[in-house]
């Protein structure tokens, strides 16, 4: 019963920044995975970073590891995606899911439960 709300998209140039928020509510679990994915016109969804929901571990795609932070405010039930030095090829539609009660933290996307609708990211040259 997560439903998930995702903001914070929008256009930016080379170089720039931006931080997506997804708002959560219902049950979630220290042992929850909270992802982020995103899919580009033609091209297949990609997982993009992970975290446990209790804190601790994180994941990340090799293509935005040391530009991407995610974290999570289990206070405000939210989890972010802080975006920095984005590129063109980072725009896509960016969509943050959870994975409700899992030891380990997926990639497929297969393993996640909930999704958002999406918010888009569009990075100009």
């Known amino acids: 019963q997560v439903q998930l709300v995702e903001s914070g998209g929008g256009l930016v140039q080379t170089g720039g920044s931006l931080r997506l928020s997804c708002a959560v509510s219902?049950?979630?679990?220290?042992?929850?995975?909270m992802g982020w994915f995103r899919q580009a016109p033609g091209k297949e969804r990609e997982f993009v970073a992970a975290?446990?929901?209790?804190?601790?571990?994180?994941r990340y795609a090799d293509s935005v590891k040391g530009r991407f932070t995610i974290s999570r405010d289990n206070a405000k039930n939210t989890l972010y995606l802080q975006m920095n030095s984005l590129k063109p090829e980072d725009t896509a539609v960016y969509t943050c899911?959870?994975?409700?009660?899992?030891?380990?933290?997926?990639?497929?996307?297969?393993?996640?439960?909930?999704w958002g609708q999406g918010t888009q990211v569009t990075v100009s040259s």
């Open positions: 899911a959870v994975d409700r009660d899992s030891i380990y933290i997926g990639s497929s996307g297969r393993e996640y439960d909930y």
């Open positions: 219902g049950r979630t679990f220290s042992s929850s995975v």
């Open positions: 975290i446990y929901w209790g804190g601790g571990s994180t």
